[in-house]
């Protein structure tokens, strides 16, 4: 026998203002259900949450909830007024004696239940209304991006709860790892119309692709019948046009028909340009530390990132991720070691706060202000990799529309925060691309573009992440920030790293781990020259010595032929001296890659 839905929405219509967010809906939501909700970002995903909720009141239609079914939603900007601590929030709606649920969702969650409210960052407020929806325990679940501002390891600790739970639920998340652990059915938003499979999220693009391959087949048919229909109207008899008046308005129909179909969203032109090639040696650290008072950061720890890597820092919230790559990018000094940065370096910085964009501004603004790509003497355009383009057509590019143009920045989502974050960065040529959390509200074909892009990236990325999927698609080496200052280097992703992963006892307990490159894992050349080499000759060992200095001496010459030949006047106005200087250019690129190639092998005998 079925059993009664616990939440059916039925003729759902809604507007605001404009073209229909939805119209004549119809769903239900049955006991039990584990439910992945999917769309692209602006499609409508949060808006039919909070219907769901009873939090937004459509137009039309009727929303049931059998009695005594409770339905509880996870508040993106939960108010906390009135309430002094995080806790008492979390606690409010519990019975006496049953705040133990709080606690222990706040320790799951990585949060301080006695944080007053006036101090708690946007995270810990999200979370404090997770953990409160948690110990509520209702019958539904709303969670609309549960796992943004979470560490991978309450990441797990969610997905555990979420996996174990009896309750029904309806999630909505950008994490595709997430997704395919916990869903068991998807409702997929597009252009207004909300279609349901009885499968997790494990099947969406498979059955996405298949909806559209036939949504094109039909439209190609259609298109080919009102082409027959019109050459049939403009050559027809016209005595008989009066006898075949129905035909004429069935062609009407027809194009009517193509005309009321929603063409779909594409994807987001987004494009990145690595400019000048950098050195081959980006980044080398060298027993480089930091402490906070009594708080380690990071204790000794040597890195070398050769141009091309893809470097991924994980752990949990607060251990000090950010912070090191302050440390590698040079933003910040270690208290210990040294950092060297290579040659020709142009750093584009993804900020996970988006503290680059001023919220007052309008997105026009936003582009048009900025020192770096704003065009001299017009207001309109912007410098994108070089050309100029009008604003308002990049920012299409972007998927914004007119009138989000002279809108605030403060008035967008989290996704098309992102998204106007990355057309800043995009606009501008890069070869060092620092990302950290890229991948907070971005929906899945624009997550699927970006990694797309950074495979084609000829440039170095360093990627501060928690999504699990997005690091295994992108990363060729993973840090680990493992906890009490601890940095340990792993080769490949994600995966590859809890593969390899030993737990700190016994790490302590072995050989200390030489140190590793980001790219390859080869030793650490300070180490390695402080080491016996009994594998060199006296020629290779003297050779081995002398590289270093060599390096630094290429590095420092190309340093000043690049900045001789980033004068434009000289190629007018000394043509043989700029073409000596490039030519000059090209012959010590070729030698610093071959004394850096040759140090590698000397190294790896050494070792």
């Known amino acids: 026998m079925a059993r009664a839905p616990i939440l059916q929405l039925t003729d759902i219509s809604l507007t605001f203002g404009g073209n229909p967010v939805f119209d004549g809906l119809n769903m239900t939501i049955q006991p039990g259900d584990r439910v992945a909700l999917v769309g692209r970002n602006g499609s409508g995903k949060s808006t039919l949450m909070k ?14 909830t059998p009695a005594g079914i ?21 606690a409010a709606s519990l019975p006496p004696g049953e705040a133990y649920r709080v606690e222990m969702a706040a320790e799951g969650l990585k949060f301080d239940a006695a944080r007053p409210v006036e101090t708690a960052s946007g995270g810990e407020r999200r979370r404090a209304a997770l953990a409160r929806l948690l110990a509520e325990a209702p019958d539904l679940m709303l969670l609309d991006e549960p796992t943004n501002h979470l ?70 048919k259609l298109d080919r019948k009102i082409k027959a229909e019109a050459r049939w109207a403009v050559e027809g008899i016209s005595a008989r046009r009066k006898r075949n008046m129905g035909r004429v308005r069935a062609l009407q129909e027809l194009r009517a028909e193509r005309a009321a179909q929603i063409r779909r969203q594409g994807a987001a032109a987004m ?3 690595s400019g000048p090639q950098s050195g081959k040696r980006v980044i080398e650290a060298q027993g480089i530390s930091k402490s906070f008072g009594d708080r380690v950061i990071l204790k000794p720890f040597d890195l070398r990132v050769l141009r091309g890597d893809r470097v991924a820092f994980v752990g949990p919230n607060g251990v000090g991720k950010t912070t090191l790559i302050k440390m590698l990018t040079g933003q910040i000094a270690p208290d210990t070691g040294e950092v060297t940065l290579g040659t020709n370096l142009d750093v584009a910085v993804f900020d996970q706060n988006r503290s680059a964009i ?9 582009m048009t202000t900025d020192p770096g790509m704003a065009v001299s003497g017009r207001a309109d355009q912007v410098m994108v990799r070089g050309t100029p383009r009008h604003v308002v057509g990049y920012l299409k590019d972007f998927l914004f529309d007119d009138a989000q143009m002279r809108a605030p920045v403060g008035s967008l989502s989290g996704g098309e925060k992102a998204r106007l974050l990355l057309a800043r960065i995009m606009a501008r040529p890069s070869n060092l691309l620092v990302l950290d959390e ?12 970006l990694q797309d892009i950074l495979g084609d990236y000829d440039g170095t990325v360093l990627l501060v992440s928690h999504d699990r999927d997005f690091i295994d698609r992108v990363a060729t080496s993973t840090v680990a920030m493992e906890g009490d200052g601890r940095g340990v280097i792993y080769p490949g992703g994600w995966s590859d790293y809890r593969a390899q992963r030993v737990e700190p006892a016994r790490q302590d307990a072995a050989t200390a781990r030489p140190a590793a490159t980001a ?55 000394a043509p043989a001296k700029a073409q000596k200087a490039s030519d000059a250019l090209s012959e010590r690129q070729d030698a610093l890659d071959a004394a850096e190639e040759e140090w590698l092998l000397l190294a790896e005998k050494a070792g």
């Open 358 to 366: 001023n919220p007052e501004l309008s997105l026009w603004d936003a």
């Open 51 to 64: 219907v769901m909720a009873g939090l937004v009141e459509p137009d039309r239609g009727e929303i049931v």
């Open 438 to 449: 890229p991948t907070n509200d971005l929906d899945v074909e624009t997550l699927d573009l």
């Open 70 to 90: 409770s339905v509880g939603y996870m508040e993106q900007d939960p108010d906390l007024s009135g309430f002094a601590t995080l806790g008492e929030f979390a």
């Open 271 to 273: 494009a990145l340009d």
């Open 519 to 573: 790219g390859d894992s080869k030793a650490d050349p300070a180490a390695r020259q402080k080491t016996a080499k009994p594998g060199l000759s006296f020629t290779e060992k003297h050779r081995l010595d002398a590289l270093p200095a060599i390096i630094a001496r290429l590095e420092a010459e190309i340093a000043k032929l690049s900045e001789f030949l980033s004068d434009a006047a000289i190629y007018t106005d």
């Open 151 to 220: 560490d991978i390891e309450a990441i797990g600790w969610l997905e555990e709860q979420l996996s174990q739970t009896r309750a029904a639920f309806v999630l909505i998340s950008h994490d595709r790892a997430f997704l395919r652990a916990l869903t068991r059915a998807t409702l997929w938003i597009d252009r207004g119309e909300v279609r349901r499979q009885e499968r997790g999220f494990e099947a969406f693009e498979d059955w996405r692709e298949t909806t559209w391959a036939a949504e094109d087949e039909a439209r190609h």
